[in-house]
């Protein structure tokens, strides 16, 4: 089914430079454990690359690509397309990634490929066993050392924790509790190596009784995890206790964070139309939520060529974040203003809940 596109994708798309992916937060959840009974796909990403832009992707059956998508990509690419780090496609299908860095490292001449098999996975598959017919099927080796996260229309979900000649699958289905996390290690990976241990404490904790009741929500996410300044080693979040510092380790957002993204997938009877991909693009706690579907992208967040390919909310959240960071020399970047951050977070939270009341009206309309 994948073949005879691979060497053609693989071809193009090795043209393009790789950008190392510093760290992600991730989480598949189960429709039993969600408000809407809808799944969930959730990435918090942290990379290297600035600014994110999303755009719709056309199907194109000379290349082998036989959906559309709406993809999340790196600013400044100038609408190469070549590599994505999450979206959504015409048959319901959603994919996202986290970098694991206790699998095998790659070989050293063929690194940093996630994107590229995510742009490929969009175009082509359908459901989560579509995903894995396709890495049996790619070329080794597949350069990746990642937590691939897929959702499909039927419900299903699974983390394929994917190094360049193996995966490990986890099933959705498996969960007792409907819900999966990861973030910068595989649970097949060389235990106590890798990172983000404290940051999964840190949602296990954030969402305990949500998980628990079912409750959750697509903001769960992006408002409450993506917001908060809570360490679970700690035991507080450094936003609720008054100090004016602190420095920038181990909570959720960072200051490489450029976006906190939920795919809300689809109830029985649905169809892929039905999807939103609730957005925020820029650094979460200085940016807002915007309502993505298939055929619908807002302004705010698609590419801006005069703004150099960047989305042009995630060009006002940085320089929302230039105040939150205010320290230029020595390790001052790692330094928090939580008195300026309070006030930019709370604006920013208020006109996300607008943008899902609005997103959610317009879904019911349907």
Excluded at 107 to 112: A, L, V
Excluded at 232 to 237: E, F, I, K, M, V
Excluded at 281 to 295: E, I, K, N, Q, R
Excluded at 301 to 321: D, N
Aim: with cysteine; aromatic share 10%.
């Amino acid at each position: 089914m994948f073949s005879g596109i691979v060497a053609m994708v693989v071809a193009v798309c090795a043209l393009a430079a790789p950008v190392n992916v510093e760290g992600c937060t991730s989480m598949i959840v189960s429709g039993r454990a969600t408000v809407s009974g809808r799944p969930m796909l959730w990435k918090h990403r942290d990379t290297s690359a600035e600014n994110n832009y999303l755009y719709r992707v056309e199907p194109d059956s000379a290349c082998g690509r036989e959906y559309g998508y709406v993809g999340l990509f790196n600013g400044a690419d100038t609408l190469a397309l070549d590599e994505a780090w999450m979206g959504m496609n015409d048959a319901g299908f959603a994919i996202m990634n986290t970098v694991a860095y206790n699998l095998p490292p790659n070989s050293p001449s063929w690194i940093d490929r996630e994107g590229v098999v995510m742009a490929l996975a969009l175009g082509r598959c359908r459901t989560v066993d579509d995903f894995a017919a396709m890495l049996d099927t790619l070329p080794k080796p597949l350069g990746v050392m990642t937590n691939f996260g897929v959702i499909d229309a039927d419900g299903n979900g699974a983390y394929f924790e994917t190094d360049d000649s193996t995966y490990t699958r986890y099933d959705l289905c498996d969960a007792p509790s409907g819900v999966m996390i990861r973030t910068n290690y595989a649970y097949s990976g060389t235990p106590d190596k890798g990172m983000g241990y404290i940051r999964h404490e840190n949602v296990e904790a954030l969402l305990a009784n949500e998980i628990a009741s079912g409750n959750l929500t697509p903001a769960s996410l992006t408002e409450g995890v993506s917001r908060s300044f809570f360490n679970a080693r700690l035991g507080y979040d450094a936003l609720e206790i008054g100090d004016r510092w602190t420095v920038d380790q181990d909570y959720v957002p960072r200051h490489s964070s450029t976006s906190s993204i939920v795919v809300e997938g689809l109830l029985g009877g649905e169809t892929a139309q039905d999807m939103i991909m609730w957005a925020n693009l820029g650094y979460p706690p200085c940016s807002h939520v915007v309502p993505v579907t298939l055929d619908e992208i807002p302004a705010e967040a698609g590419p801006a060529s005069y703004k150099g390919f960047y989305s042009p909310m995630g060009v006002e959240a940085s320089e929302r974040m230039k105040k939150v960071f205010p320290i230029k020399r020595g390790n001052g970047q790692k330094y928090i203003n939580l008195d300026v951050l309070r006030a930019i977070n709370e604006e920013q939270y208020g006109i996300s809940l607008a943008n899902y009341s609005a997103g959610a009206a317009k879904r019911n309309k349907k």
